[in-house]
């Protein structure tokens, strides 16, 4: 699926009830999550210790930080649509999210979005937004919820 192109509020509102797409997939690495680590400072084993994770954890891996795969939604969301003509983007709200299965190391991942709805705010599209963030092979996604999105247009 190719990736939607918006260049107005009409143009928003029109997509109102549709799945918009799909990302390409995203494999999560141990350098990644690393790095999450370190910018968060949850070194957790479970995490970062990829020999005692073999061992001790359920899933005899290393798994990502679940606000890490939520800090790759606007990275996946822009490969899904593209909306021009902005001032600014704003993230607004986590309205609900909930996280169903862990992301071993090494996983790819890929956010399948709905666009539920648009309330015009004097020109500001207050944009809710439902994703699933898909493991690849996995019949269970790594979460599912509903985000907002401010849009200035």
Not at 69 to 79: G, H, I, K, R, S
Not at 83 to 94: A, S, T
Not at 97 to 110: E, G, P, W
Request: proline share 3%.
């Amino acid at each position: 699926m190719s990736k939607v192109i918006i260049h107005n509020l009409a143009e928003l509102e029109a997509c109102v009830g549709r799945e918009l797409g799909v990302s390409e997939l995203h494999t999560i690495t141990q350098e990644q999550i690393n790095q999450f680590a370190a910018a968060t400072h949850d070194h957790q084993w479970i995490h970062t210790d990829p020999a005692r994770a073999q061992v001790e954890s359920p899933f005899q891996a290393t798994i990502a930080h679940g606000y890490l795969t939520v800090a790759l939604l606007p990275y996946l969301w822009q490969q899904i649509v593209a909306i021009e003509n902005l001032k600014m983007q704003v993230n607004y709200e986590i309205e609900s999210l909930r996280f169903n299965q862990a992301v071993t190391v090494n996983s790819q991942v890929r956010l399948r979005a709905s666009l539920l709805s648009v309330a015009n705010l004097r020109g500001i599209a207050k944009t809710r937004v439902g994703v699933t963030l898909e493991i690849e092979g996995s019949k269970k996604p790594a979460y599912a919820g509903v985000v907002t999105f401010l849009y200035h247009f």
